[in-house]
């Protein structure tokens, strides 16, 4: 198993600009979650989702956006980017059932808006 | 929502010494706390949780004991080594709601050979 995988691993954009943080997992899990951290803090949960087709905000949503078309796939859309949003990005996903299981972490993707 | 609260931010300690890192947490549903692991540009992992019908559980060097009355968990590692120098998470997550984990801001662990 491949576990999680992001891409891309670095992206510079400049204020305005647009993208899609890619995530997929190959585990089966039901949910997934995207936080972020920025420089010396803890992760802040963005988005998160216990399925294919129901997304939910998480603390900190405003800028972003998220689908979950697939059990595999959990991607997220910056449509105007700015420098606040300069950070790093982890995906996670975990396995069915009771919430207590452990995360599995994607390596993150390290975005730069300028 | 959860808020969970860390303490220390830094921590030095020398080489064969213990390390404590406590954690506060304001929901009293949470029933699930476990402990992350981050080194320098790495993701985080796991390496110990523990359950709220459980107060104390330990791995090797490391443990983890919970007091849910005064809503704080502690993380434990004795025999410190300089490859446990790294970056430590604790967390929270309850039963109902938000089904995700909120994080503690860290602490930086620096392990002095």
């Known amino acids: 198993n491949a576990g999680v995988t992001q891409t891309p691993k670095f992206r510079i954009l400049k204020i305005g600009q647009s993208m899609t943080l890619q995530c997929t997992q190959d585990m089966n899990h039901n949910y997934m979650y995207w936080y972020r951290q920025d420089p010396g803090m803890g992760l802040k949960l963005i988005y998160y989702?216990?399925?294919?087709?129901?997304?939910d905000k998480g603390e900190v949503p405003n800028g972003y956006n998220v689908s979950r078309s697939t059990t595999e796939d959990f991607p997220l859309r910056l449509e105007l980017a700015a420098p606040s949003q300069t950070s790093v990005y982890f995906c996670?996903?975990?396995?069915?059932?009771?919430?207590?299981?452990?995360?599995?972490f994607g390596n993150g993707t390290r975005l730069t808006v300028t | 929502g959860e808020n969970v609260e860390q303490h220390p931010s830094t921590l030095s300690v020398q080489e064969g010494d213990s390390a404590v890192i406590k954690c506060t947490y304001s929901d009293s549903a949470s029933n699930y706390f476990p402990w992350y692991k981050q080194e320098l540009g790495k993701r985080p992992q796991l390496i110990i949780d523990i359950r709220s019908n459980v107060g104390e559980k330990k791995d090797q060097r490391i443990a983890v004991t919970l007091n849910k009355t005064a809503k704080h968990f502690s993380l434990h590692i004795t025999e410190t080594q300089p490859e446990d120098s790294a970056v430590y998470f604790c967390?929270?997550?309850?039963?109902?709601?938000?089904?995700?984990?909120?994080f503690g801001s860290g602490t930086r662990l620096q392990v002095q050979p």
């Open positions: 967390a929270a997550e309850g039963d109902t709601g938000r089904r995700a984990l909120t």
């Open positions: 996670a996903s975990g396995r069915d059932g009771r919430v207590n299981s452990p995360l599995h």
């Open positions: 989702s216990v399925g294919a087709g129901i997304t």
